[in-house]
């Protein structure tokens, strides 16, 4: 179980960081989640409240895709492609992205450089 004040300096962060950035609907935020097992990848319009494209590694059409390995990073780049590719397809390029309280290392650095390589620019 995780300690109270892990959590509470967690969503202090991450409070601090959602006061800074918003997406608009030119530039909606890109913004992860990982827990223990899983990384989940969404950009979404705050304009609106909505979730424009979603990515993750329950995701089915990845699952063959992420089979093929076993590294964390590498199946975290993974899922920044897939959420760049479908961006890409609903017309959108640019991104703000929300480390969502997170380091910036690791797996939240792989999922960004993923992006990146899948064509979104922030």
Known sequence: MIKKNVLERWYKKKASIRKKITGTTARP???IYRSAKHVYAQIIDDTT??????????SKDLKE?????????????IVGVAAAKRALE???QQVVY???????????????DGAREGGLKF
């Open 29 to 31: 935020r890109l913004t």
């Open 49 to 58: 409240g909505k979730t424009l494209v979603s990515a993750s590694t329950l």
């Open 65 to 77: 895709e992420l089979k093929k390995t076993t590294s964390r990073l590498a199946i975290c780049k």
């Open 90 to 92: 609903k017309n959108i």
């Open 98 to 112: 929300d480390r969502n309280g997170y380091l910036y290392h690791g797996r939240v650095k792989a999922v960004a």
